[in-house]
């Protein structure tokens, strides 16, 4: 069965810092582009970053830029967000989902769905953000 499981999410002060896992059991995530997003209440869904496992090429939203990294642990097939200089406007429930194609590649994958107009196949449950003094 595929699946994604996100966790670190939690309460956090302005200025802090959370790393949010995205595990995944069923397939492996070699082939897939992995992307972080997230949704605030009464918004709609944002695209934060990707990394394409084909060569490792990560791609980010201007929002995060500089304050979240997207990184990936081959050996136990997850992938991190590690999110540093959090603002109250970073509060959302976060997500990641993984999509690949034997048509398109990887990094165009990535590019799309930074872009908006990707649906990600494979989608975890979220985890909770909050960023609050």
């Known amino acids: 069965q595929v699946q994604l499981v996100e966790s670190g999410g939690g309460l956090v002060q302005p200025g802090g810092s959370l790393r949010l896992s995205c595990a995944a059991s069923g397939f492996t995530l070699d082939y897939y582009a992995i992307g972080w997003f997230r949704q605030a209440p009464g918004k709609e869904r944002e695209a934060l970053s990707c990394?394409?496992?084909?060569?490792?090429?990560?791609y980010y939203a201007d929002t995060v830029k500089g304050r979240f990294t997207i990184s990936r642990d081959y050996a136990k097939n997850t992938v991190y967000l590690q999110m540093n200089s959090l603002k109250p406007e970073d509060t959302a429930v976060y997500y990641c989902?993984?999509?690949?194609?034997?048509?398109?590649?990887?990094?165009?994958?990535?590019?799309?769905?930074?872009?908006?107009?990707?649906?990600?196949?494979?989608w975890g449950q979220g985890t909770q953000v909050t960023v609050s003094s």
């Open positions: 989902a993984a999509d690949g194609s034997p048509l398109v590649p990887l990094a165009t994958i990535c590019r799309q769905a930074l872009e908006g107009f990707r649906h990600f196949g494979s």
């Open positions: 990394i394409s496992s084909s060569d490792g090429s990560t």
